[in-house]
């Protein structure tokens, strides 16, 4: 396959080179990591690009790139931008005497004059730096204005639904700002690229990284947490070891069950065990017939299914014509009285108030 990158450091990573310089050089060579959220991300992208049909997206994914469009048609038209044009998915280089140094692909660029508008889309549910501190955007737009300003105003932006705290976040740069993220993104490249840049492991920093499972400062972190005595109450620093090293054991099990699917007997000692098999009715009118038989009436039956509310929020669309907040509304009245709230158990998370 071949690397659009072309072996040279990427925006989409200047997030984790900010928190560890050594990540990049720790990479090379280490063959690409891909999960189902990962290639869920890959197709909403691809779909918000115009490149794929939205049925092609799994439920959750689909809902996330509807949430998206809505935001960034919203904002566009808040904004000013909604006749400026726009660029999607195109990968910029920056270049320095015609040698590329680095390159990124924005998920929108709108340009008006001598304004821009720079747009990330984030389909995971896991929160990210807001626009004004992401390091990501400040590569994009340097980038944006590299390849087609020189601008008074850039506006950055990050959509994501999932983060239900903050669905979206914005900020804005006059000239003197984008030539500070200038500055900002360059003296970061260049630290990068130093002969042994330092490593540092944070969660969110290795949470990405190709290099987790060999990082001598992942190891440290499994050693260290090894030789602690279990306090009754943990303090930050040993939960953000334990989150970090969780995310290496992790990668070991994908690790190996990779080899073992490749080759049985590659783990001595180890084997793939067969996943449950699990049954799954796909025609309900087929069981209710079988079941009247034997006595079963509509509203017994009724009783033990359970309706998927996505499905069932299609097929009212489809029967009644109504889209957007008319659709909302018919739903929540048919909704009205058939259905309780449950709370999940509380999960353990990081306080960002406290950064």
Same mark, same amino acid.
């Given at each position: 396959m071949t690397d659009e990158r072309q072996g040279l450091p990427s925006a989409s990573n200047f997030d984790r080179f900010e928190k560890c310089r050594g990540s990049w050089q720790a990479e090379q060579g280490l063959p690409d990591e891909s999960n189902e959220m990962s290639r869920a991300g890959d197709l909403g992208h691809a779909c918000l690009a115009g490149e794929i049909h939205i049925d092609e997206l799994d439920d959750e994914t689909a809902k996330t790139v509807g949430v998206i469009?809505?935001?960034?048609?919203?904002?566009?038209?808040?904004?000013g931008y909604q006749n400026a044009?726009?660029?999607?998915?195109?990968?910029?280089?920056?270049?320095?005497?015609?040698?590329?140094?680095?390159s990124g692909k924005p998920?929108?660029?709108?340009?008006?004059?001598?304004?821009?508008?720079?747009?990330?889309?984030?389909?995971?549910?896991?929160?990210?730096?807001?626009?004004?501190?992401n390091m990501q955007l400040r590569a994009l737009l340097v980038l944006v204005d590299h390849n087609f300003g020189p601008f008074e105003t850039i506006k950055t932006g990050i959509i994501q639904p999932r983060n239900h705290s903050t669905p979206s976040t914005f900020a804005q740069y006059d000239r003197k700002a984008i030539m500070v993220s200038y500055v900002q993104v360059l003296d970061l490249l260049e630290d990068v690229e130093k002969e042994n840049p330092p490593r540092n /492991?944070?969660?969110?920093?290795c949470r990405y990284? $190709?290099? +987790?499972?060999t990082c001598p400062e992942t190891e440290k972190n499994m050693i260290e947490i090894y030789e602690t005595n279990l306090p009754a109450v943990p303090n930050a620093e040993l939960l953000e070891k334990c989150a970090i090293v969780k995310k290496v054991i992790a990668q070991i099990e994908v690790n190996a069950k990779a080899a073992l699917k490749e080759n049985p007997e590659a783990i001595p000692g180890y084997k793939l065990k067969p996943g449950a098999t699990r049954q799954q009715i796909t025609s309900p009118e087929g069981v209710f017939y079988q079941a009247a038989i034997h006595g079963v009436d509509g509203q017994e039956? /009724?009783?033990?299914?359970?309706?998927?509310?996505? $499905?069932? +929020?299609?097929?009212?669309?489809?029967?009644?014509?109504h889209k957007g907040k008319q659709l909302d509304e018919t739903l929540a009245n048919i909704l009205e009285g058939n259905t309780t709230e449950k709370q999940n158990a509380p999960s353990l998370a990081k306080d960002f108030r406290d950064e």
């Open positions: 469009k809505k935001i960034e048609q919203h904002t566009l038209e808040d904004c044009e726009q660029i999607r998915e195109k990968r910029l280089w920056f270049d320095i005497d015609g040698v590329k140094q680095f998920d929108l660029i709108c340009l008006l004059g001598k304004e821009a508008f720079v747009i990330d889309y984030k389909t995971g549910p896991i929160p990210v730096e807001q626009a004004a501190i /492991a944070t969660e969110s920093g990284c $190709k290099a +987790k499972t039956f /009724a009783a033990v299914c359970d309706v998927n509310k996505t $499905k069932l +929020k299609a097929l009212i669309k489809d029967k009644t014509g």
